[in-house]
């Protein structure tokens, strides 16, 4: 078992929808695996049960060798699985700083040292690293969405988790910002595996080593970024036909 | 507002200088309708940790405080003439109580808190009024016996000795809190308020915080029913009516739900406007029985004219 992630079956049902249907992924440590797909065809579902805020209706998870299908999504978060949100998710009456902050998830003591020495200059570092500068004491909720965006991704990163699922995180940015992105995606370690969720394929495309295409609700193809380039699948996908 | 909001670090320290000499200003009427606004401003601070900080809007922290209340009553009646040994055990009946019910309370979210809590508050009222042989039915417990502080201190038998007794617990209990909300330990409650997903994406356990944050307003609001106690000399079950209730949701939300001295001041204003409506005779009448007619349309004014009430901070989106 030398996989971090092994999803088997995965299945979540709406009703008579089937969101997600029966999809099998591996991520290996240190992987940069890119998700892509038309709207609705199951990616951010697929984030959700992974990082369990939503509960599958069939199928498992397994996460570094131990099965969290059931666990909650606290107890994934500290085994490890940091995401960020497609509607990102930041904690609007707390400065930018603080967020990371508590994001950081320190022990008390280290959080309360915080207030003045390391675990902050580590936090501003994080922040200036997704490109948010001069904003540490502006609270998040004053902030734009590209930068919520930006600070979500931060806050993600402060839990140094092993696996980090990003849901759109170009979703909303000016150029520049992606660039900027582009290059903080590739400055990550390797002991951080990601599985980046995507519609800017320039972006994926530039990062990934491998690529899983969904579409409504099925696995249609995995391969390297040439091979998914030119997949007839793919392109069936993303022009609306059913594979 | 903006300035008031400005001054918050230095508002508490300076009501309590405000508050300190009003025992020689006052006659003896005022003095104690000070002390009770005082009791009811505890019960409203420990409400607004839960519903402005927390976002857990509670009508039933009267539970708490009337478990507090029959706690200190009991005591007192059991010569234990000691305040802080009365008011240690009433809060830590209240936290107590609030421990073995925060599993239905820290599960919900909105509407359903209110509900719960209503709930909560109305069944031990019920049961203050029904277990007579601990709390003597709706006749209530008569504690007569007036407290010492500490072993060694006079005891509380004058109007303006009472006052300070009441405003010194007031103050240390509601500094330490808001020492407390200053810490991280603060931070990590608003921030379960203002986004429970992302605490779980990050680790955090969030109804373990809320556990916490409810058995401590348990605590106080157990603390005020002591206080009670000590005012009144004795406790019954409409204590820790709905009135009450309603009252100091209505004080926290003119306060500001987010500050602790806004609750304060929120509970003056209110106990202020009821007294003072009572004693009215506009219409050819007494107003007695109307004061919640006019409370309902301060609370109307007050939502449109200040949302965020007196010291409200700014959150979300603005
Ligand atoms: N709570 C829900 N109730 C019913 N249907 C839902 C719910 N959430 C998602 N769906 C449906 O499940 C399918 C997959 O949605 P999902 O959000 O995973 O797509 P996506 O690939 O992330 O799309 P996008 O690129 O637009 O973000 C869609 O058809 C969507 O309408
Ligand atoms: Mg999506």
């Known amino acids: 078992m030398s996989d971090l992630l092994a999803v088997d079956g995965l299945g979540r049902r709406y009703g008579d929808l089937a969101a997600l249907d029966g999809v099998d992924l591996r991520v290996a440590p240190g992987d940069r695996l890119g998700l892509i797909g038309p709207n609705g065809a199951g990616k951010s579902t697929l984030l959700n049960l992974i990082a369990g805020s939503l509960r599958p209706t069939a199928g498992r998870i397994r996460f570094d060798g131990r099965d969290v299908t059931r666990l909650a999504p606290a107890r994934r978060a500290r085994l490890g699985i940091g995401r960020t949100h497609q509607h990102p998710a930041v904690w609007a009456s707390l400065p930018a700083l603080d967020n990371v902050l508590v994001a950081a998830r320190l022990p008390w003591g280290r959080f309360r040292a915080g207030r003045r020495a390391k675990p902050r200059e580590h936090a501003r570092e994080l922040l200036a690293g997704v490109g948010l500068t001069g904003v540490e004491q502006t609270l998040a909720g004053a902030l734009s969405h590209g930068q919520r965006r930006q600070l979500e991704l931060a806050m993600a990163l402060a839990g140094e988790p092993r696996l980090l699922l990003l849901d759109e995180p170009a979703a909303g940015l000016a150029p520049p910002e992606v660039e900027v992105l582009a290059s903080l995606l590739a400055s990550l370690p390797l002991t951080v595996a990601i599985l980046l969720v995507e519609h800017h394929l320039d972006l994926v495309y530039g990062f990934a080593d491998r690529i899983t295409v969904l579409h409504s609700g099925r696995h249609v193809h995995t391969g390297t970024v040439p091979e998914t380039r030119s997949s007839p699948e793919v392109a069936a996908a993303y022009a609306g036909v059913a594979p | ?318």
Do not use: N
């Open chain 2, 1 to 318: 507002m903006s300035i008031l909001r400005r001054l918050t670090p230095l508002g508490f320290p300076a009501l309590i200088v405000v508050l300190l000499p009003m025992a020689w200003v006052l006659d003896d009427y005022a003095t104690k309708t000070l002390t009770s606004i005082l009791v009811l401003g505890l019960l409203a601070a420990s409400v607004a940790l839960l519903t402005g900080v927390a976002g857990l809007p509670t009508l039933g922290q009267t539970a708490p405080y009337l478990v507090g209340a029959y706690t200190a009553a009991t005591l007192v009646r059991h010569d234990v003439s000691i305040g802080v040994v009365q008011l240690l055990a009433a809060a830590a009946a209240g936290a107590l109580f609030s421990l073995v019910t925060a599993p239905l309370v820290v599960y919900a979210r909105g509407v359903v808190v209110l509900m719960i809590t209503l709930a909560l508050g109305e069944l031990t009222m019920t049961v203050a009024g029904r277990w007579k042989s601990v709390t003597h039915g709706t006749d209530g417990l008569l504690a007569f016996a007036a407290p010492a502080p500490l072993p060694g201190l006079v005891t509380l038998d004058t109007d303006r000795a009472t006052y300070l007794y009441v405003l010194t617990v007031v103050a240390v209990l509601v500094g330490v809190m808001l020492l407390v909300l200053r810490s991280p330990a603060g931070a990590l409650l608003r921030a379960a308020r203002d986004g429970e997903a992302r605490m779980r994406a990050s680790g955090h356990p969030v109804a373990g915080y809320l556990t916490v944050a409810y058995v401590a307003a348990g605590g106080l609001a157990g603390a005020a029913g002591s206080l009670l106690v000590t005012v009144e000399r004795y406790v019954s079950p409409g204590a820790g009516g709905f009135d009450i209730s309603a009252l100091v949701l209505l004080a926290v939300v003119i306060g500001g739900a987010t500050s602790l001295v806004g609750a304060l001041l929120g509970a003056g204003l209110v106990v202020a406007t009821r007294d003072w409506i009572a004693s009215r005779d506009w219409f050819g009448g007494s107003m007695a029985g109307h004061a919640p007619l006019v409370l309902g349309g301060l609370f109307i004014l007050c939502v449109y004219l200040l949302p965020r009430g007196l010291l409200g901070k700014r959150t979300a989106h603005e």
